[in-house]
């Protein structure tokens, strides 16, 4: 298909403000959790980039806090990270002083008493470097640590800023189905008040993704025709080539609906099909976006499917199926895809279908939402006039590639030049953001860190949302639980996913679009 590519110029770049006023007041980060693989592969990459384009504070310190008695290898663990999974030169001179801000505690998290110590060491550390009274505390553990460590913050009197800020970042998963998740909501605003809490979803944190946001709510041209009266059906799809990467234990209590669809997808979809909110402050997005998913009637089960892999080939190479991963029990009944039919029932979208779907091992690795317009009421060129090398007139198609190739296509059916008749065949343009800004985005916790440390919660679940989520996908979750699938593995390793997947959209007249990224 022919594209046009579309380019930023530099004179437009210069323009745009790099906003010195987002530098956050000198605090103290600590990482509960810091010894797992969050903290180097991404967070500390994330919290060095900040530092090189001057959007940390000067007087500020980064504090881990896990089980393992560690002492100066920590940080020298942490540089490792920031080298090999932030890209950055091992001789860049600013990565000595940032590492001079980084430090290690040593406590176990359920240690009621050892938090004492912990306090006693924050403010040793602040008045050593002279910083005032802001405090983050990221829970990057275990879920079953959520609690405690909450509940011991409130005693030891850390989670009521005296003078400052301070807030908790809590990773997901926050919860497992609605109960859990109102239990944990309970706890956590039980010591914290909802403004300082930030429930992650590092999806928000994707330039592609708030980038939604912008294409739908910055341009004229789009909302007049973002309704049923122009979208036929949207798709989203996260589909990963990987598999589960040692994370065996985790994936058998999660499974591919609870630990991408209910928190990533849902994300997606919510950009997609909210209204425009009145500002870009917390409240009114996050209330915008509840709306959205409280739209959405019960999904019955049936409109509901699940898959699993089986040994095949991914990117050349032979991988084994789900069951043979490592720490995975042989007869495992978790999914590792999940595609689910919903419809917001709102004066907007009444009657037009949402596909999603999110799988590991799939084909390709992209996670894309398609946007199908209605064809034209009268197709006047017929397939007779179609050119010998196109397929038949497609209906309008936007394209909002999330990863890789980052970009946004729109298709639409050209004239083939020179032909004799009017032959049509479809093109595509395309904006790529590689392409326009010259830049790769950021991995997404960059944005959310700084966010979080600015108090500013806007890309951050609130506990509504949460909960609204988890509420749509229990029923499911229960019901899949209580009944083992029977033909576990159905699908093979590198390809689109099992059968009956297709068959849901089937139903309905659809195809999955499967030639997704560029
Ligand atoms: C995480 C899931 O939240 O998101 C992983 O736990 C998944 O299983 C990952 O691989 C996908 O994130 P990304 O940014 O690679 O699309």
Redesign the pocket.
């Known amino acids: 298909m022919a594209t046009v590519q579309m380019k930023v110029s530099p004179e437009d770049l210069s323009q745009v403000p790099h906003g010195s006023e987002r530098v956050p007041s000198p605090g103290i980060m600590v990482i509960f959790g810091a010894s797992g693989d969050l903290t180097k592969r991404k967070l500390l990459p994330a919290l060095f980039h900040l530092e090189q384009v001057g959007l940390l504070p000067k007087q500020f310190a980064i504090v881990g806090v896990a089980r393992r008695p560690l002492g100066d290898e920590f940080a020298a663990d942490m540089r490792e990270g920031i080298v090999e999974f932030g890209g950055v030169d091992a001789s860049d001179p600013r990565l000595e002083s940032f590492i001079q801000k980084v430090s290690y505690y040593a406590l176990s998290f359920d240690d009621a008493a050892g938090y004492g110590g912990l306090k006693a060491e924050l403010d040793r550390i602040a008045t050593e470097k002279g910083i005032g009274p802001d405090r983050l505390f990221y829970l990057a553990t275990a879920p079953e640590y959520f609690t405690p460590i909450v509940e011991n913050l409130g005693i030891q009197g850390m989670a009521q800023p005296e003078h400052g800020r301070v807030g908790v970042v809590i990773e997901?998963p926050f919860g497992h189905d609605l109960n859990s998740a109102r239990e944990l909501n309970q706890q956590v605003n039980a010591v914290f008040h909802e403004s300082q809490v930030f429930r992650i979803d590092?999806?928000l944190g994707?330039e592609t993704v708030q980038n939604i946001l912008v294409f739908r709510f910055a341009n004229g041209i789009f909302e007049p025709i973002w309704n049923r009266n122009y979208i036929d059906h949207v798709q989203i799809t996260?589909a990963?080539t990987?598999g589960v990467e040692g994370?065996g234990p985790f994936?058998e209590k999660a499974g591919a609906l609870r630990?991408?669809v209910q928190?990533?997808v849902m994300e997606l979809l919510s950009f997609v099909a909210m209204e425009p909110p009145s500002s870009f402050e917390a409240d009114s997005v996050r209330r915008e976006k509840v709306k959205v998913w409280r739209a959405i009637p019960p999904v019955p089960v049936l409109n509901a499917v699940r898959g699993q892999y089986g040994p095949g080939v991914v990117d050349g190479q032979k991988v084994v199926g789900y069951r043979d991963e490592e720490r995975v029990n042989p007869q495992s009944g978790t999914e590792t895809f999940a595609a689910v039919r919903l419809s917001v029932d709102n004066w907007r979208w009444a009657g037009v279908p949402f596909y999603l779907r999110a799988g590991k091992r799939l084909k390709k690795r992209a996670?894309e939402i398609s946007i199908q317009f209605k064809q034209p009421p009268l197709l006047i060129f017929n397939r007779m006039q179609m050119a010998a090398h196109c397929q038949e007139i497609q209906p309008n198609l936007l394209t909002i590639r999330i990863?890789p190739d980052e970009g946004i296509a729109l298709r639409f059916g050209a004239k083939v030049p020179s032909a004799p008749e009017m032959s049509v065949c479809p093109v595509n343009m395309d904006f790529d953001y590689a392409a326009a800004f010259g830049t790769s985005s950021a991995n997404?916790y960059e944005r959310l860190l700084l966010d979080a440390m600015l108090g500013d919660q806007t890309l951050f679940a609130h506990r509504d949302g949460v909960e609204t989520t988890w509420g749509l996908y229990t029923p499911i979750l229960q019901a899949w639980a209580a009944k083992e699938p029977e033909v576990f593995p159905n699908y093979f390793a590198g390809t689109w996913g099992p059968d009956c997947a297709d068959r849901l959209l089937e139903q309905g007249g659809h195809k999955w679009r499967n030639n997704l990224g560029k």
């Open positions: 997901k590092h999806y994707k996260a990963e990987l994370r994936y630990d991408v928190n990533h996670t990863q997404g």
